[in-house]
């Protein structure tokens, strides 16, 4: 566990580190002032955002010894994930998306438009998410985090600890205007890593243990976002939807796994 202890905090210093620098340069804290333009700002973010890989490349050749990161980088190149993860991550994940973002119409809420200009945006926008937006957190938290912490605590409680480590490592972007984070309360998005969690380790499981699944998952979860919008992208308003996307998230996250468990007797 000393390893995953360094993977943690070396992937919080990285992105900690960069996200903050950002949020203090925006407030003006230390007399410090600099409007950053947004294409400025989202580069910015996005190399925050590969903490957990820059953790990763520090953290196995100490643990394994030299030659480490290319063996570990080569497993992600395993694409044959078996229909079964391809489909079900699509129709789990977009499901929950659709239920949070429809139900609200009938008890008289407007209906949220999609953001992309067109649905053929998804596709090329889903492969960006995957390795810019999201889903290269996956070079360490599913790749390397998750399967040390299972094997050390159980499925159960080793997802809730990388759902809760996963959430509180996004707490910067909440001090940066503009990020998505900012319309959302912070407990709830920590509720919506830990039930992600418990669905990208089974998603995994089903793919053979292959890790491209969570760079696919994640960065489909992500890319969801604008086509099948849950958040309403203003501030100060409610968000029911972004509620219900939790809660059913949380839920799913449950019962997936008390069957998982519960089939294989593991806890």
């Known amino acids: 566990m000393k390893s995953l202890s360094r993977f943690f905090i070396l992937t919080f210093i990285w992105s900690w580190v960069i996200w903050i620098s950002i949020a203090i340069l925006n407030a003006g804290v230390f007399n ?22 820059v953790g990763i490349l520090f953290t196995l050749p100490g643990e394994e010894g ?78 390397y985090a998750m399967p040390r912490l299972e094997k050390e605590y159980g499925v159960w409680v080793g997802n809730l ?17 503009g990020t998505g984070q900012t319309y959302m309360p912070f407990g709830g998005f920590v509720i919506f890593t ?26 489909l979860s992500n890319a969801l976002i604008p086509m099948i919008p849950a958040l309403d992208m203003r501030l100060d308003v409610p968000q029911p939807r972004f509620w219900i996307w939790v809660l059913i998230t949380l839920l799913t996250g449950i019962i997936i796994t008390f069957f998982r468990t519960y089939k294989t007797g593991k806890k």
Do not use: C
């Open 161 to 177: 600890i990388l759902g809760t480590v996963w959430g509180v490592w996004h707490l910067p972007l909440w001090f940066i205007e």
């Open 194 to 219: 830990i039930g992600s969690s418990y669905i990208l380790s089974w998603i995994l499981n089903i793919s053979g243990n292959k890790p491209f699944a969570g760079l696919y998952a994640h960065g």
């Open 32 to 53: 410090l002032s600099l409007e950053l333009p947004q294409q400025v700002i989202t580069p910015i973010l996005a190399l925050g955002a590969f903490g957990p890989l």
């Open 66 to 143: 030299k030659g480490a990161n290319r063996k570990y980088l080569k497993k992600f190149l395993d694409i044959n994930l078996g229909w079964r993860a391809y489909l079900f991550s699509f129709l789990i994940l977009g499901g929950l998306n659709f239920v949070a973002w429809i139900f609200p119409e009938f008890f008289g809420h407007d209906r949220l438009p999609m953001l992309f200009p067109s649905i053929w945006v998804f596709f090329p926008y889903l492969i960006l998410m995957m390795f810019l937006g999201g889903g290269q957190e996956e070079f360490g938290w599913r790749g």
